[in-house]
């Protein structure tokens, strides 16, 4: 017994240490590719160590809000999940038929509406909408603005999220609340979309020998999805002004004299 706990510990660890390491390199990963988009190069030594301590504050920002949420949703799913633990844990043979359905994972209403009297269950889904789904969507938004509008501020003036997250309340929420929530809608319309090519493209390409599980050759394949998104963001955050303007203004030519003098 000693030893499956300690495996189970080892378990857990193994998995919260692959988590952070994720997420880490999804916080640097995020500066480089901004950068090389807006000055249209493929460089990683530079950027990653410009936007250290950026990214290092945007990995830590995201650590803990994801750690409130989720322990949000999880104690929402306890509290909505209460009426039917309570009534499965009966002593009776209703209560012990209750709880073989809810183990079972039977997904027959009508059945389990007969059999719980129309009370728990129900209960359970209406709890559920009101406390899970809300903060769901809640933290949905929070990442598309963080990743489409608080990335690129802290990139523009080399910010701390807390800072740009402040930058963002006074400069661009007053007076578009109604324009960002319409971006965040489009913005979840083409995540579906492309997310739904993302996914034909890896099983076409993994009708050829798995490819398409391939990080490199995914990568590659996906990048200009990823490009399309990352941009897509930058443009419409240049819309506020000057000021937010993150590409770099492009050389302009000389104008060409409609007859040149020809030296010989």
């Known amino acids: 017994m000693f030893v499956v706990i300690i495996g189970i510990v080892f378990l857990f660890c193994l998995i919260f240490a692959i988590f952070l390491v994720i997420h880490w390199l999804s916080a640097r990963g ?14 990683i030594k530079a950027p990653w160590a410009e936007f250290r301590e950026t990214a290092w504050s945007f990995f830590w920002f995201r650590f803990w809000f994801g750690q409130i949420l989720g322990g949000l949703l999880l104690l929402f799913l306890f509290i909505a999940a209460i009426p039917m633990l309570v009534q499965a844990l009966r002593p009776d043979e209703e209560g012990l038929s209750l709880a073989l359905k809810i183990i079972q994972g039977s997904s027959n209403i009508a059945e389990l509406q007969a059999l719980t009297k129309g009370s728990s269950y129900f209960l359970f889904l209406a709890l559920s909408f009101v406390l ?14 963080l990743g489409d509008f608080i990335v690129p501020i802290m990139y523009l003036r080399r910010l701390r999220t807390w800072e740009a997250i402040g930058v963002f309340r006074a400069a661009l929420m007053p007076g578009y609340v109604g324009g960002l929530v319409v971006y965040v809608i489009v913005r979840w319309i083409l995540r579906i979309a492309t997310g739904l090519i993302a996914l ?3 099983l076409c390409t993994c009708c050829f020998c798995c490819l398409g599980f391939l990080p490199v050759v995914s990568s590659i394949a996906l990048l200009p999805i990823a490009y399309f998104m990352r941009c897509y963001s ?20 000389p104008p060409i004299h409609e007859n040149p003098v020809l030296m010989v």
């Open 234 to 253: 930058l443009y419409y955050l240049e819309q506020y002004g000057p000021v937010w303007e993150v590409f770099p203004p492009k050389e302009t030519l």
């Open 30 to 43: 995020r500066f480089m590719f901004l950068d090389n988009v807006v000055h249209d190069r493929a460089e």
């Open 200 to 202: 034909l493209v890896i």
């Open 132 to 145: 899970i789904f809300p903060t769901l969507i809640f933290w949905g938004v929070a990442e598309t603005l």
